[in-house]
């Protein structure tokens, strides 16, 4: 009996493909893994971003997120795929946990973004998560701001029951 998981797996695409041609590897991919009994559940175009560190002469890459269900005999096959695939850079899948699943949900809910079964593309999640970061960095603001002011109300009151003593 084989057990069927959860997976996500990021691919990092050769970014020097056109569009057309980065969104047929994706279609590729994809339906290999529904071909050999998995099913997608969503997929996330991060879009083109600059590598940590050059891989194969390349110095960009188009990062694809996809999350799916699967046997747990189809993950090595799928990853010797992309091995053997020439515009796949590198990848990485693992085991999705139910526990982050349901956090990211959360998350995305709280961002009024829908729950599970959708297609962000990266412009869209950039844009969140700037927004995202901008509102924690005005709280951390906003935050130090008060304690600075509690700070300053402590120390103008200390003199003043030093005098009267």
Known sequence: ?????VYESTIIINAALEDP???????????????????????????????????????????VHIIFNSLTSVVPILERFLVLEDTVLRHLTVILPSRLRELRQQRALAEGKQGS?????????????????????EARYR??????????????????????A
């Open 21 to 63: 041609d980065i969104d047929a590897v994706i279609t590729k991919v994809t339906n290999y893994i529904e071909n050999h009994g998995g099913e997608i559940m969503e997929i996330n175009k991060w879009g083109r971003r600059r590598l940590a560190y050059p891989i194969n002469k390349k110095y960009n890459g188009y990062y």
């Open 1 to 5: 009996m084989s057990l069927r998981r």
């Open 117 to 137: 079964g959708t297609t962000i593309s990266g412009s869209e999640e950039a844009k969140a998560a700037k927004e995202a970061a901008r509102n924690a960095k």
């Open 143 to 164: 935050e130090n701001q008060e304690k600075d002011q509690a700070n300053e109300e402590k120390t103008e009151e200390a003199p003043a029951v030093e005098a009267e």
